[in-house]
């Protein structure tokens, strides 16, 4: 099997749910069916069942309403092809790359962020993977020293892909081990360092501003650091993703309260959307579109370290849609 191959079959295995339940069910209401209102009602319904969201979903059903009342449309398969149409034009080319420190300033330095439980330990392997693959010296920082098991849990993963983890004392203090990360990854020669941090809720206010100090270590240490913040979001947490999005995103940006962030400040870079595989409700990936101005820089579709895509459109809708 060749490598593109490889890849459309693991994007394919990974929205399996979504498209037996959503997409099936789209396709036996639609294709070759003759519209009226009841469907459309039907459709609506659906779109919000797989976590579209509201606010793109009545996008969608105002437009083929208004179609169909105008008698411009009359075919279930009409609406499939406008619907695959604009899933496809709805992510514009941003920038879905990871972004790394200029040539000569290494390391590169990812915090990695999300709610307990999300998936970051299992997402951070899988990246460290991807980065190793494509011949970067990689290096893991166990900033978790909150949860019993969670040191451990990351070196275990730094063990299977031999990659150097550091760590500090349990319940010590996160931000030192940034410190001895960053350290360690410079006099190492390490192209890029990342940095494991506690699962924390978005309205624990001292655990969020714990994550503010530990990227003014970081960016004391290494310059123009951290190059990227990643937020890793469960994609079966539904549009509970969304809030966590936001709420990390003025945390890291070192918004308190209901303060809103400061427009120039670094917040939240990237979404690592994790356990697409887990839920039939892959609609999210629209919702965040929606809904937040972060990009999802990759997925996760399992829980082996090569369960990992970049995040692209084409290749999202084209599994969805296929048969
Ligand atoms: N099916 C599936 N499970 C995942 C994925 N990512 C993480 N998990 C699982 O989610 C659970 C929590 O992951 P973990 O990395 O420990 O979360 P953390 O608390 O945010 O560090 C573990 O059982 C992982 O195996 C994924 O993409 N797909
Ligand atoms: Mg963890």
């Not at 299977?160 to 020669?189: H, N, Y």
């Not at 290494?222 to 890793?232: D, K, N, T």
């Not at 994790?274 to 929606?290: H, M, Q, R, S």
């Amino acid at each position: 099997m060749g490598l593109f191959s490889a890849i459309t079959a693991k994007i394919k295995g990974g929205l399996a749910k979504t498209r037996e339940v959503f997409v099936s069910g789209l396709k036996s209401l639609l294709l070759g069916r003759k519209l009226d209102e009841a469907t459309i009602a039907e459709i609506r319904r659906r779109l919000i069942e797989a976590d579209v969201g509201v606010k793109t979903t009545d996008r969608f059903v105002a437009h083929i309403q208004e179609q169909f009342r105008a008698g411009r449309i009359d075919k279930g398969d009409q609406v499939l092809e406008y619907l695959k149409g604009e899933l496809r034009s709805m992510w514009p080319p941003e920038d879905r790359e990871l972004r790394f420190a200029p040539a000569g300033e290494k390391p590169t330095v990812i915090l990695v962020t999300g709610v307990n439980g999300a998936g970051k330990t299992t997402s951070i392997s899988k990246l460290a993977k991807l980065l190793q693959s494509r011949g970067n010296k990689v290096m893991l920082g166990a900033c978790d020293t909150f949860r019993a098991g969670a040191v451990r849990q990351l070196e275990i993963w730094g063990e299977r892909l031999g990659i150097d983890v550091v760590k500090g004392q349990q319940g010590g203090d996160p931000a030192a081990v940034a410190f001895d990360a960053c350290q360690a990854a410079k006099s190492r020669g390490v192209d890029v360092l990342i940095l494991d941090t506690a699962g924390r809720l978005q309205t624990q206010d001292p655990l969020m501003r714990q994550l503010t100090k530990i990227r003014s270590v970081v960016s004391k240490q290494i310059p123009g650091g951290p190059h990227e913040v990643l937020i890793v979001l469960d994609a079966t947490a539904g549009q509970n993703a969304l809030r966590q999005a936001e709420e990390f995103d003025r945390a890291i940006a070192g918004a308190s309260g209901n303060q809103p962030k400061p427009a120039d400040a670094l917040g939240v870079t990237g979404i690592f959307l994790a356990k697409l595989d887990g839920t039939a409700k892959g609609g999210i990936v629209v919702a965040i579109k929606e809904a937040t101005k972060i990009p999802v820089k990759f997925i996760g579709v399992g829980e082996t370290p090569d369960d990992v895509q970049p995040f692209e459109p084409e290749k999202f809708v084209d599994a969805l849609f296929e048969e």
